[in-house]
């Protein structure tokens, strides 16, 4: 009997050890709201070979959950980058107050929220910064536009700018998982 409990203890673990988990969840500890993410963020781009040979703006995109003790807030978080070297953070911001994502062909306008973390009411960055110059920028969004995001094959962003449209750098299937595992926990 007690190695069936020992065999059947070192299944539950070792079935525990190999699922991965695409969404993380933490406290803020200054305040005090509960924030939720996917793990890992889709990666869009824009070819800037205009510029210089191989240059590419980058959009990080990630969906995000607060909750101020069950007032819940989605955004959709974007760190924006480029490949070259002279771009200030300022340029990189033009054109972003406004974007329209295109899931499968569907538009949705999103206005910025903000650029600072205090404009979504947390304390400490909620995804890291694909690099240190790149700029953070958040827009509120609903679980149904961050559904159709993740459920989404094709994924486009346009800017305000005329830069024009960002599209996914490859297939993306586990940032596309971690975006379909933060709906599937947001709804539970």
Request: a negative charge; hydrophobic letters at 40%; charged letters at 20%.
């Amino acid at each position: 009997m007690r190695s069936a409990t020992t065999l059947l203890l070192v299944l539950v673990l070792a079935a525990c050890g190999s699922t991965q988990s695409f969404v993380s969840g933490e406290i803020d500890p200054v305040t005090g709201v509960t924030v939720t993410r996917g793990k890992v963020p889709l990666v869009l781009y824009r070819d800037n070979s205009s510029k210089a040979a191989h240059a590419r703006d980058f959009a990080y995109v990630g969906p995000l959950a607060v909750n101020r003790m069950g007032d819940y807030r989605y955004y959709l978080w974007l760190g924006i980058w480029s490949s070259l070297d002279d771009q200030a953070m300022s340029s990189q911001r033009d054109g972003f107050e406004s974007i329209v994502v295109f899931a499968d062909g569907e538009p949705m306008r999103l206005e910025l929220e903000g650029w600072t973390l205090s404009a979504i009411g947390v304390s400490r960055p909620v995804y890291n910064k694909p690099t240190a110059t790149a700029a953070d920028a958040y827009y509120t969004v609903t679980m149904d536009q961050i559904r159709l995001i993740a459920q989404a094959t094709d994924i486009r962003i346009h800017t305000g700018s005329r830069f024009g449209s960002y599209e996914l750098w490859d297939s993306q299937k586990t940032a596309l998982n971690s975006m379909q595992q933060f709906v599937i926990d947001e709804n539970f």
